[in-house]
């Protein structure tokens, strides 16, 4: 029993060496991800019920993390991990049942 007691005991030194990144170690953990913004505009939006829908497909891409759309001017923010292929958000917003028209500056 001793010898799980000081196997515990040696776990635990070495996760206090370790990188940090579960939140145990001494170390400091590795900077968080900065966040890439893309504007996208898109065509046929009325409601709520559109906002959730395109919200809702926009946020299965890998990397959304967030997702802004301002119904009035149709325009898209996407928050992500990392750069997002075209191809990818345009079949989401179809797959919502609406249009994208491109990519907006800002």
């Excluded at 070495?14 to 505009?41: D, I, K, M, R, V």
């Amino acid at each position: 029993m001793s010898e799980t007691a000081v196997t515990i005991e040696s776990a635990a030194a070495e996760a206090s060496s370790c990188c940090g990144s579960c939140g145990t170690g001494a170390a400091s953990a590795p900077a968080a991800e900065s966040t890439l913004t893309s504007a996208f505009q898109v065509k046929g939006m009325t409601c709520g019920h559109c906002v959730t829908s395109v919200t809702a497909e926009l946020k299965k891409l890998a990397g959304v993390e967030e997702v802004a759309v301002d119904l009035a001017s149709g325009k898209v923010t996407v928050g992500s991990t990392g750069p997002l292929v075209d191809a990818d958000v345009a079949a989401a917003v179809d797959e919502a049942g609406y249009e994208l028209v491109g990519r907006v500056q800002g």
